[in-house]
């Protein structure tokens, strides 16, 4: 009677309104009536709703799951014969981005200094160069020294992981 595949059709409902009336405290009796249902009906599509809503809550879990799957197989899918070919563009564009998550799952800053830093700072500046947006005359202004490192008290590339570029 009135089951699944009994011909009868369903009687819509205004979920709002259902929703609406059972939060400000009314009856299942008071809001059938109102909706023009019976109790036994609204009463299955409340029953509906929560199985939906369960079922809503478990698919992020469930989705987190897919994701952390399809990241195990994009790393495992890097060999060091594909790390070994790739340009220097992709490699850096690479390490930013598993050094971003790996700080962001310890908690700390994404902020990434020194060499990296550099590389992508003239990633940046090469792109903008092909792209047209970065102007010939700052690219000129820019100061050089042909000084020596110990001069200049850069002797290590250790130096530049404490600079912000």
């Given at each position: 009677?009135?089951?699944?595949?009994?011909?009868?059709?369903?009687?819509?409902?205004?979920?709002?309104?259902?929703?609406?009336?059972?939060?400000?405290?009314?009856?299942?009796?008071?809001?059938?009536?109102?909706?023009?249902?019976?109790?036994?009906?609204?009463?299955?599509?409340?029953?509906?709703?929560?199985?939906?809503?369960?079922?809503?809550?478990q698919y992020r879990s469930i989705q987190s799951l897919q994701l952390t799957e399809?990241?195990?197989?994009?790393?495992?899918?890097?060999?060091?014969?594909?790390?070994?070919?790739?340009?220097?563009?992709?490699?850096?564009?690479?390490?930013?981005?598993?050094?971003?998550?790996?700080?962001?799952?310890?908690?700390?800053?994404?902020?990434?200094?020194?060499?990296?830093?550099?590389?992508?700072?003239?990633?940046?500046?090469?792109?903008?160069?092909?792209?047209?947006?970065?102007?010939?005359?700052?690219?000129?202004?820019?100061?050089?020294?042909?000084?020596?490192?110990?001069?200049?008290?850069?002797?290590?590339?250790?130096?530049?992981?404490?600079?912000?570029?």
């Amino acid at each position: 009677m009135g089951g699944v595949n009994s011909g009868r059709q369903e009687k819509e409902v205004d979920i709002e309104a259902m929703i609406d009336l059972l939060a400000r405290g009314e009856s299942v009796p008071v809001v059938a009536t109102e909706l023009g249902i019976s109790a036994p009906t609204l009463r299955k599509r409340i029953a509906d709703l929560q199985l939906k809503q369960g079922l809503l809550l478990q698919y992020r879990s469930i989705q987190s799951l897919q994701l952390t799957e399809l990241q195990a197989r994009v790393l495992e899918a890097i060999t060091p014969q594909k790390i070994n070919e790739a340009p220097l563009r992709d490699l850096v564009a690479s390490y930013k981005i598993l050094k971003d998550k790996e700080l962001v799952i310890e908690g700390k800053p994404s902020e990434i200094k020194g060499l990296v830093a550099h590389l992508i700072y003239l990633e940046k500046q090469e792109t903008a160069l092909k792209d047209g947006t970065l102007v010939s005359e700052e690219i000129s202004d820019a100061q050089y020294d042909d000084s020596s490192r110990e001069e200049s008290g850069i002797n290590s590339l250790a130096v530049l992981d404490k600079q912000d570029f």
